[in-house]
């Protein structure tokens, strides 16, 4: 019976395109940025969907999902067939919940302060682990944004190299709503250089390879200007519910 009504909802068949669409897309700007299309990773950005419509992603090939709030991802995760599939936490993390959070996700991609980078620290010390994490930086300088300012990115590498329970991955940024795909591309390329100067620099315990930018209307722009992972969400799901 469920199976009948599954499949009957035409959303399972949308999701289906969305995903195969995107992946040409991806494969098309890979190759204009001159890299090869398996080297630019797809996250499924998974914030409001219900399990069974991420479920139907996974069958059709998603392996990495983004969630932005730790108590909709705790509540959604028994329901989610995980097997092979690799879950980030995208959204701003505060301090007091990192203990319920860091031992469920593969890796935080918003650390914007030494305090939370001190505290999955100890919480993944707590549980034997070392945690991956990528640094949120707030591109636009934007007030309302919660990135951490790209001034303070070398200080804040700099201390995390004295934890060892905790490794930088890369780096992570949302840039501001733009007007046009010229102004967008300016603040990707700017993302692109500061993760090519802290890759460089080798600070302790980072190993620098994820450049994580790109969600559903920027995606492409994103890959061009140097993107290894993309985040779209209702370009595979539709519009979320508010
Ligand atoms: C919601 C969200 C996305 C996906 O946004 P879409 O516009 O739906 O693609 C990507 N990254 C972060 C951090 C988000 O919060």
Redesign the pocket.
């Known amino acids: 019976m469920e199976k009948l009504f599954l499949d009957n909802d035409p959303k399972f068949r949308d999701i289906e395109e969305n995903i195969k669409y995107i992946k040409e897309r991806m494969s098309e700007a890979a190759v204009k940025s001159g890299r090869k299309p398996e080297d630019i990773t797809l996250m499924a950005?998974t914030?409001t969907v219900e399990p069974k419509y991420i479920n139907h992603a996974i069958d059709c090939g998603i392996n990495l999902i983004?969630e932005?709030r730790v108590q909709e991802y705790l509540l959604k995760k028994p329901d989610l067939k995980l097997d092979g599939v690799k879950a980030h936490l995208?959204?701003t993390l505060q301090s007091n919940k990192v203990k319920k959070i860091v031992g469920q996700v593969d890796m935080i991609?918003?650390v914007n302060s030494f305090k939370l980078a001190e505290e999955i620290d100890k919480c993944s010390e707590n549980l034997g682990i070392s945690k991956d994490v990528l640094i949120e930086v707030n591109i636009g300088d934007e007030d309302s944004k919660t990135g951490l300012d790209k001034s303070q990115l070398d200080e804040l590498m700099s201390q995390i190299s004295e934890l060892s329970h905790i490794k930088v991955k890369g780096l992570?940024a949302?840039p501001p709503i733009c007007d046009t795909k010229s102004e967008i591309s300016t603040f990707f390329h700017n993302m692109f250089n500061l993760f090519i100067d802290i890759k460089q620099k080798k600070y302790d315990n980072s190993d620098v390879q994820i450049l994580s930018m790109g969600?559903?209307?920027d995606?492409y722009e994103a890959i061009i200007e140097g993107a290894t992972l993309i985040?779209?969400?209702?370009?595979?799901?539709g519009t979320?519910k508010k």
């Open positions: 950005v914030k983004g932005n995208i959204g991609q918003s992570m949302i969600m559903s209307s995606f985040r779209p969400g209702t370009a595979i799901f979320r």
